[in-house]
């Protein structure tokens, strides 16, 4: 069975830093892209940014680039997302997703085989 968990998420002053988790289990990914989705109550979930488990593509949501870094660790089977600069509005859910799809698939939302229950980062004043 095919697991994605998140962590990391939690309360953070306007412009600190987090850093999220994606541990995943149940299967080899090295054909898939891993990534990251966030969702706010009310609105679509977006794609935030997503990284290719062989070689190490990465993709991102243009409005954040600068401020994120997704990497992994293939030993550990992990995914991380560094997020830096944190503003009011990157408050939302945020889901681990996995998929056997390019980065850029995942970006457009496309192929998303696996979720994680998410984790909650809310960024307060």
């Known amino acids: 069975q095919v697991q994605l968990v998140e962590s990391g998420g939690g309360l953070v002053h306007i412009g600190g830093s987090l850093r999220l988790s994606c541990t995943a289990s149940?299967?080899?990914?090295?054909?898939?892209?891993v990534g990251w989705f966030r969702q706010v109550p009310g609105k679509e979930r977006e794609f935030v940014a997503a990284?290719?488990?062989?070689?190490?593509?990465?993709t991102y949501l243009d409005s954040l680039k600068g401020r994120l870094t997704i990497s992994r660790d293939n030993a550990k089977n992990t995914v991380y997302l560094q997020m830096n600069s944190l503003k009011p509005e990157d408050t939302a859910v945020y889901y681990c997703?996995?998929?056997?799809?390019?980065?850029?698939?995942?970006?457009?939302?496309?192929?998303?085989?696996?979720w994680g229950l998410g984790t909650q980062v809310t960024v307060s004043s």
């Open positions: 990284i290719s488990w062989n070689v190490g593509t990465t």
């Open positions: 997703a996995a998929g056997p799809q390019t980065t850029g698939s995942m970006s457009r939302g496309r192929n998303v085989a696996y």
């Open positions: 149940g299967r080899t990914f090295s054909s898939y892209a």
